[in-house]
C-alpha cells in the first residue's frame, strides 16, 4: 500500500518539486513563523455615536457622512481588514478589524480619519469592549427605548448589505451572528421586548391622544426604509389598515406590494396629503421631503387637522411646516422623553443573557484564530513531505527499503525540532512543562521527568542539602 502510495507520487513528482522548491524553507523557521502568528490576536475597534452622549443633531450629522465611508477605509488604510456601518435613529456606530500587526501610531491614525469623518470626538471601544457594546445594541439594552426590536433588524440588514458589498470581515460576521442569536434568546427567554415599547409604539400612542380612537385613520407613510417595514406593522397592530406610501427613490411600488399598501407616484404626493389624517414620515435623507408649500396646499383642500410623526433621524420636513395652523409635528426629541423605563429584573436577565453571548464569542473568536496556525502547520508538514517525495528515485515503482528509508527519513524530520527543543527544555529545567505541552500537541501519554537535585548544593558525605543542613543547624538563641 505504502509502496503504490510512493508511486503515485512520483507521477506527480515535477508538480510536487516546484511547489517545494518555490517555498521550501528550514523546518526551524517555519515553526517560528507559527510562533509568531499565534501570538497574533484579531483586533476588533467600534466608534459611536449616541444621542444621549453627543445629541440628535451629532447624529444626523454623523450619519450624513457613512456613504462610502467602509470603502474609503479599506482603500486608504491597508490596516483596516473590514468594517461595518450602522445607523439607526439615535446612533451611528463604526465597526471595523485591523491587521494583527497593526501598531500603536497606526491604530491612532484609524481613529483619527475616522472621527474625522464622522465630524466628532466618538465613543472608542477595542476587542472585548466592541463585543459587549455590539451584543448590548443588538439587544435593544442601548436604545433610546429600552428592548426594542427594530435594532435587531437593522443590524441583520447591516451585515447583509457589508457581505454583498464585501466590505465585512470573517470576524466581524461572526460578532454580528453571535450577537443577533443573543438577541433572539432574550427575546424567547425575557418579557424584555414586550416591556419595552419600540420608537414606532412610542410614537403612535402620543399621535393616539391627538387622534382617538387611531383604527382607521387614513394614514400616509412616506420612505421606505429602515423604520418603514416597522411603522407599518405599529401601524396595523393599532387597527390602522388604510395606508398609502410615497417615496422619492422610486422604491413606492416595490414597497407597497410587499406591504400590500396602496403606492403614492410624485405627482400624487399632495393629493395623498389631502387623503390622510397621518402622516409618518421615517426616510430621513438629509433633505426634505414635505415641503412646507406642499402641506399648505393640501390643508386647502381639506378642513381637518394633520398629525405628522416625524420618526427621521435627519428630519423629512421643511422648516415652518410645524408652525402651520392645523398641523401638529412630532419628532424624535419629543418621542425620547416619554419613553418608558423596563422593569429592572427584565433588564437583569437579558444583561447575564449578553455576558454569556460574549463569552460564547470571545472563545469562538480566540478559536477561530488559530486558524492560521493550523494552516501554517500543515503547509509546513507538506513541505517537508513535498522535500522528501522530490528525494525518492524516478521510475514507475518504488522498492521497499527505498520507502521505508524515506518515511524514517520523513519522521526524523518532523521529530527534530521537538527534539532539540525537548534537550533545551531539560537544561533549563522546564521539562514538566515541555511534556504538559506534548501531552496537549500530541496527546502523547508520556511520564513529566523528575526533577533532579543540583548536585553542587548537595554534601557528598551525608546527602543532605544546602536547605537541609540549614534546618538542622540551631539558631544563635537556641545555643
Known amino acids: 500500500m505504502l509502496a503504490d502510495y510512493f508511486s503515485l507520487a512520483t507521477l506527480c513528482n ?17 515553526f517560528q513563523k507559527i510562533k509568531k502568528w499565534s501570538n497574533e490576536a484579531v483586533g476588533l475597534s467600534s466608534y459611536s ?31 483596516v481588514l473590514g468594517v461595518l456601518p450602522l445607523s439607526t435613529c439615535n446612533r451611528v456606530e463604526i465597526l471595523i478589524e485591523t491587521a494583527p500587526a497593526i501598531s500603536e501610531e497606526q491604530l491612532t491614525a484609524v481613529d483619527g480619519y475616522i ?50 458589498e464585501r466590505i465585512s470581515s470573517a470576524t466581524i460576521t461572526r460578532a ?35 387622534i382617538n380612537p387611531l383604527a382607521g385613520t387614513p394614514t400616509l407613510l412616506i420612505g421606505t426604509g429602515s423604520y418603514a417595514g416597522a411603522a407599518v406593522a405599529a401601524l396595523r397592530a393599532k387597527g390602522v389598515q388604510d395606508i398609502a406610501v410615497y417615496s422619492t427613490s422610486g422604491r413606492a411600488e416595490r414597497f407597497a406590494y410587499g406591504h400590500d399598501l396602496q403606492p403614492v407616484a410624485k405627482d400624487q404626493l399632495v393629493a395623498a396629503l389631502e387623503a390622510a389624517t397621518l402622516i409618518v414620515t ?21 378642513s381637518g387637522e394633520k398629525t405628522i410623526l416625524d420618526l427621521a433621524l435627519q428630519t423629512d420636513i421643511e422648516d415652518g411646516v410645524a408652525d402651520l395652523e392645523r398641523v401638529r409635528v412630532i419628532n424624535l426629541k419629543e418621542i425620547s422623553a416619554q419613553v418608558p423605563e423596563v422593569g429592572k429584573a427584565q433588564v437583569k436577565r437579558a444583561e447575564e443573557i449578553v455576558a454569556e453571548g460574549v463569552e460564547e464569542a470571545e472563545a469562538l473568536l480566540a478559536d477561530r ?16 513531505l513535498a522535500d ?11 522498492p521497499r527499503e527505498d520507502v521505508e528509508y524515506a518515511l524514517r527519513h520523513l519522521a526524523a524530520r518532523l521529530a527534530h525540532i521537538p527534539t532539540i527543543n525537548a534537550h533545551r527544555a531539560g537544561r533549563e529545567g522546564m ?20 526533577a533532579q537535585p543540583d548536585k553542587s548544593q548537595v554534601c557528598p558525605v551525608t546527602g543532605l542539602s544546602v536547605d537541609d543542613l540549614k534546618q538542622e543547624t540551631p539558631d544563635e538563641e537556641g545555643q
Open 14 to 30: 515535477g508538480r510536487i518539486e516546484k511547489i517545494g522548491a518555490r517555498i521550501r524553507e528550514k523546518p526551524a523557521d517555519a
Open 49 to 79: 455615536v449616541h444621542h444621549l452622549r453627543h445629541g440628535l443633531s451629532a447624529v444626523a450629522a454623523a450619519a450624513s457622512t457613512t456613504e462610502g465611508l467602509p470603502e474609503d477605509l479599506l482603500q486608504r488604510l491597508p490596516e
Open 115 to 164: 472621527q474625522s469623518r464622522l465630524g466628532t470626538v466618538c465613543e472608542i471601544r477595542r476587542d472585548r469592549q466592541v463585543l459587549e457594546h455590539l451584543f448590548r445594541v443588538a439587544c435593544g439594552l442601548d436604545s433610546m427605548v429600552v428592548g426594542e426590536r427594530e435594532i435587531s433588524g437593522q443590524l441583520r440588514r447591516a451585515l447583509r448589505v457589508a457581505t454583498q
Open 176 to 210: 454580528c451572528q453571535g450577537a443577533l442569536t443573543t438577541s433572539r434568546r432574550i427575546a424567547q427567554l425575557t418579557g424584555i421586548a414586550s416591556q419595552g415599547r419600540s420608537v414606532v409604539a412610542c410614537g403612535l400612542e402620543m399621535v393616539a391622544e391627538r
Open 282 to 302: 421615517c426616510r430621513g435623507m438629509g433633505s426634505p421631503v414635505l415641503t412646507k408649500e406642499e402641506v399648505q396646499r393640501a390643508l386647502a383642500l381639506s
Open 369 to 384: 484564530q488559530m486558524d492560521s496556525v493550523v494552516v501554517a502547520l500543515r503547509d509546513t508538514f507538506r513541505e517537508v
Open 388 to 398: 522528501e517525495v522530490a528525494r525518492l528515485p524516478k521510475g514507475e515503482t518504488i
Open 431 to 450: 521539562g514538566r512543562q515541555y511534556v504538559n505541552a506534548l501531552q496537549q500537541v500530541w496527546g502523547l501519554d508520556l511520564d513529566a521527568p523528575q
